[in-house]
């Protein structure tokens, strides 16, 4: 599956992940496959993604990668290269690449909208606009959650309130990272992939995100992006999103703001024949980020309390999956095997 980068459709690649995130992907694809029948239409499709190298160092580093890296969700080897003068006839101009089959891709305002309705027509009551602003908990024990309208009495709460998590429970370890992505007017043609380059780091360069920035790190100019790549999805009515950055974030202060400058530059340096095609708009989203940039589930410490976070830039693609083995845990008292390495408390 393509993940989510700042609440909109764009992309992470599922095989270029460690395995246990890619299992989590599988199960949350085959959720999705099981609501795609459902009165909400989210734009599940399938579409190959082409990782290409802008550049001859970036190149020899392809070829460098594990072959499993170049695998598909079902574990099956891409043998096929992009074909660099297909694609500069379709404008841009690139050294070359690999395509990776079998990459899924949804809506994520409109996924966001079928759980609703399904949750819904399983009997759940939801409400928005109230605001949880405390967790109480007595001996160890959940009391309940109070909120701006008043207290509220559970025997059980999982806390999911991404970038806000630990506001509501300061110990979970999430620090806060921002990216951006620019939206494109519609193509006069259409890509036949899901384009990113190689530039985005591997996990232990992402380390700055992944943890708080220090005083003198402020004082220095903390919001120097640690991840700045070209990626380019087309939507299905043509027009595309261009990405994407990652930086620390303090997340209320305005930071980052020559991103989309710099996402632009990137993307007119990889692919030239872009550079007349109109933006028409630009936005960030803040991500929650683990030290080891695997998500948080599982119990909290008192009773009855739970967390489900810590996503950073793949949410859409795990979370579904990690929500069905909480409700396992939660309703129905069974400790599915597969939360044990996202406990709260590994760090």
Do not use: C
Not at 29 to 51: K, N, S
Not at 137 to 161: P, S
Not at 295 to 322: D, K
């Amino acid at each position: 599956m393509t993940g989510q980068a700042s609440g909109r459709n764009m992309g992470l690649l599922l095989n270029q992940t460690e395995p246990g995130a890619v299992r989590i992907m599988q199960r949350s694809l085959e959720v999705y496959r099981a609501l795609a029948g459902g009165e909400v239409d989210f734009q599940l499709r399938e579409m190959p993604q082409l990782i290409i190298a802008s550049d001859a160092a970036q190149a020899r580093a392809m070829g460098r990668r594990p072959r499993d890296e170049r695998s598909g969700p079902g574990g099956e080897r891409s043998r096929s290269r992009g074909d660099p003068g297909q694609f500069q006839s379709a404008g841009p101009r690139l050294a070359g690449g690999h395509v990776v089959g079998n990459a899924s891709v949804v809506d994520p305002i409109a996924a966001t909208f079928a759980f609703v309705e399904a949750a819904r027509e399983a009997g759940a009551k939801i409400h928005t606009g109230t605001r949880v602003s405390q967790v109480s908990t007595t001996g160890g024990k959940l009391r309940g959650l109070v909120t701006d309208g008043g207290r509220f009495a559970f025997d059980a709460v999982v806390l999911a309130a991404g970038r806000w998590l630990n506001e509501l429970w300061i110990p979970a370890p999430v620090s806060i990272g921002r990216g951006w992505l620019l939206r494109a007017a519609r193509l006069d043609y259409t890509l036949p992939w899901i384009v990113e380059d190689m530039n985005w780091p591997d996990r232990d360069e992402l380390g700055r995100v992944a943890r708080p920035p220090t005083l003198a790190e402020v004082a220095a100019g903390h919001d120097q992006p640690v991840a700045e790549a070209f990626v380019i999805a087309q939507q299905p009515a043509g027009d595309a999103l261009i990405g994407t950055s990652l930086s620390p974030s303090l997340r209320d202060p305005d930071e980052g703001l020559d991103m989309p400058r710099r996402i632009a530059a990137r993307t007119v340096a990889a692919a030239p024949g872009l550079a007349e095609l109109p933006i028409t708009a630009a936005w960030y989203g803040l991500r929650p980020m683990t030290p080891d940039g695997m998500p948080l589930a599982g119990p909290a410490g008192p009773t009855g309390v739970w967390i489900h976070g810590g996503h950073a830039s793949i949410a859409m693609m795990t979370a579904p999956a990690m929500a069905g083995w909480l409700t396992r845990a939660t309703v129905g008292g069974v400790q599915p095997p597969e939360l044990a390495d996202l406990r709260v408390d590994r760090f």
